[in-house]
């Protein structure tokens, strides 16, 4: 929680993106801290320790989302991870994703509407 609002960690290398998810979350009520690299991701969850976390699989580092995923599971993460994908669909029906640290995977570009009802089953 930050200022009375459920903290989400977004983690994505493409800025206007980032914006705009960003923006579309504050207007919906939540706070959101984002992140353009894994590393960033870290450190922002380990300072923050949101309620939700949002990670784009595929970032300029190679493997820095799944990278990222693992860190924070090896942290003890507690709170909710998707992945976010340009290969959503395929993802969810050929890898394990529970076996990652995640909970589900978001098909890009994100359907806000899904995004929105995901966050308020999983945040209520």
């Avoid at 800025?15 to 984002?34: M, Q």
């Avoid at 960033?40 to 990222?68: C, H, N, Q």
């Avoid at 959503?88 to 359907?111: E, H, M, S, W």
Wanted: charged residues 25%; glycine residues 8%.
């Amino acid at each position: 929680m930050k200022e009375g609002k459920k903290l989400i960690l977004y983690v994505d290398d493409d800025a206007d993106l980032v914006d705009a998810i960003k923006l579309r979350l504050e207007n919906a009520g939540y706070a959101v801290n984002a992140a353009h690299s894994g590393e960033e991701g870290l450190r922002s969850y380990l300072a923050e320790k949101p309620d939700f976390i949002i990670v784009d699989l595929m970032m300029e580092e190679i493997d820095s989302g799944t990278t990222l995923v693992s860190n924070l599971k090896a942290e003890g993460n507690k709170a909710p991870v998707y992945m976010l994908s340009s290969t959503g669909d395929q993802l969810n029906i050929a890898t394990d994703y529970k076996g990652l640290g995640l909970d589900g995977v978001f098909q890009k570009p994100i359907n806000f509407d899904i995004l929105l009802k995901t966050l308020k089953a999983k945040l209520g």
